[in-house]
Every structure is written in structure tokens, then in C-alpha cells.
């Protein structure tokens, strides 16, 4: 199974961006898929996930401001960003849980400075 995350940039605070990561290898639809995020000297944190049942959880630092979302055949997941602030500057990586299985994108650096 592979994950490619993509989409990062440099924007501005107050500005969107858009993430994409997309499954291969792999037919069968995940149990949940989530975004994290590290910032330098930071731990990895929780941005937002989507289970089979399509729930969405959010972390409280961007409820309101991002939406994760996916496509209908569980090939790529969202992360929608409104709103950014400069404390979202970090690389965003997308993981993929499959019953003990867990696989993880390779990252996508988001900057947000003006």
C-alpha cells in the first residue's frame, strides 16, 4: 500500500489550500484515514480523520476551518483548509488504518507566512 500526499505550499494567513492523498496497492476500502501534522521540535498531532462510516473528527485547533472528505471509491481523501494561520506551518502527512494495519504518506509541507 502506498499513500502520496500533496498539495502543500507556501500561502498566506487567511489563505486556502486543498490536500490530496491517494491510495495504491491496495483494493480495499480502509476502516479510517486521517491527516497529521508536525511542526518542527513539536510531536506529531491529530488534525482530522474519516472512518468507514464516514465520521469526521477534528482536532479543536481547526474545527471550523478544515473539512477532510474522500472520493467514493476511498482512492483519495481531502483536507481542506480555510482560514490558514501561520500556527498551521507544519508538514501534513495522511495515514491509512486497515484492521491492524496502519500505512503513512510521505508528507507535504504547509507554510503560512505572509
Known amino acids: 500500500v502506498q499513500l502520496q500526499a500533496s498539495g502543500g505550499g507556501l500561502v498566506q494567513p487567511g489563505g486556502s489550500l486543498r490536500l490530496s492523498c491517494t491510495t495504491s496497492?491496495?483494493?480495499?476500502?480502509?476502516?479510517?484515514m486521517g491527516w497529521y501534522r508536525q511542526a518542527p521540535g513539536k510531536q506529531r498531532e491529530l488534525v482530522a480523520a474519516i472512518t468507514s462510516e464516514d465520521v469526521r473528527n477534528y482536532a479543536d485547533s481547526v474545527k471550523g476551518r478544515f473539512t477532510i472528505s474522500r472520493d467514493v471509491a476511498w482512492k483519495t481523501v481531502y483536507l481542506q483548509m480555510n482560514s490558514l494561520k501561520p500556527e498551521d506551518t507544519a508538514v501534513y502527512y495522511c495515514?491509512?488504518?486497515?484492521?491492524?494495519?496502519?500505512?503513512w504518506g510521505q508528507g507535504t509541507q504547509v507554510t503560512v507566512s505572509s
Open positions: 496497492g491496495t483494493p480495499f476500502r480502509p476502516n479510517a
Open positions: 495515514n491509512r488504518h486497515y484492521y491492524g494495519s496502519v500505512d
